[in-house]
Nanobody, 116 residues
Framework: QVQLVESGGGLVQPGGSLRLSCAAS????????MGWYRQAPGKERELVAQ???????NYADSVKGRFTISRDNAKNTGYLQMNSLKPEDTAVYYC??????????WGQGTQVTVSS
């Protein structure tokens, strides 16, 4: 059974930074795309960034230049470095593993709140 565990969320002031981590159990991590998604209250879940097994990435326009996705296949762990955070980045952030833009497995989510 695949398990994904996110960590690193919290409360940060506007302009601050956070680094999210997604630790995966099992052996599927290194051969699949990992994505970070977020869902704000009253809104649908949206893609933030994703990285393929080969390292190709894409980002939502709203986070380009501020967020960086990466992965460490040796540790079965993915990351999302978030800089210059804005109040509109407030959401529950989820990692997903699977196809490009189509995860098969999800973590439980971690709350990110950007507020002064």
């Amino acid at each position: 059974q695949v398990q994904l565990v996110e960590s690193g969320g919290g409360l940060v002031q506007p302009g601050g930074s956070l680094r999210l981590s997604c630790a995966a159990s099992g052996s599927i991590f290194r051969s699949n795309t990992m994505g970070w998604y977020r869902q704000a209250p009253g809104k649908e879940r949206e893609l933030v960034a994703q990285i393929s097994s080969g390292g190709s990435t894409n980002y939502a326009d709203s986070v380009k230049g501020r967020f960086t996705i990466s992965r460490d296949n040796a540790k079965n762990t993915g990351y999302l470095q978030m800089n210059s955070l804005k109040p509109e980045d407030t959401a529950v952030y989820y990692c997903g593993i699977g196809g490009w833009g189509a995860p098969d497995y999800w973590g439980q989510g971690t709350q990110v709140t950007v507020s002064s």
